[in-house]
């Protein structure tokens, strides 16, 4: 089993950053690759961002790139997700993932964290 915590959501102003943690325990060595996921109200999950826990590399959703960016801390089993320049429609609860594959679909990943809402007004 892997955990999953998320930290770092809340309120701020459009044009503003905030950077959200992902903190993993359990058997972290049996995953391979890391997500963001997020969820506005009556909306499906959507894809943000991956990262490879080995190479570090990384895929971004277009409505994001540019913008946000996705690292690790591979000693401490932390990824992070720094979000800048941020918009209204970025509004949603933001999951982590951990999974098999880098890939930006919901159903690779296997473990998933309970969420931080960041809320983006205008």
């Known amino acids: 089993q892997v955990q999953l915590v998320e930290s770092g959501g809340g309120l701020v102003q459009a044009g503003g950053s905030l950077r959200l943690s992902c903190a993993a325990s359990?058997?972290?060595?049996?995953?391979?690759?890391m997500g963001w996921f997020r969820q506005a109200p009556g909306k499906e999950r959507r894809f943000v961002a991956t990262?490879?826990?080995?190479?570090?590399?990384?895929d971004y959703a277009d409505s994001v790139k540019g913008r946000f960016t996705i690292s690790r801390d591979n000693a401490n089993n932390t990824v992070y997700l720094q979000m800048n320049n941020l918009k209204p429609e970025d509004t949603a609860v933001y999951y982590c993932a951990a999974g098999y594959l880098r890939a930006p679909r919901v159903t690779d990943y296997r473990y998933w964290g309970q969420g931080t809402r960041v809320t983006v007004s205008s």
């Open positions: 359990g058997r972290t060595a049996s995953t391979f690759a």
């Open positions: 990262i490879n826990w080995i190479s570090g590399g990384a």
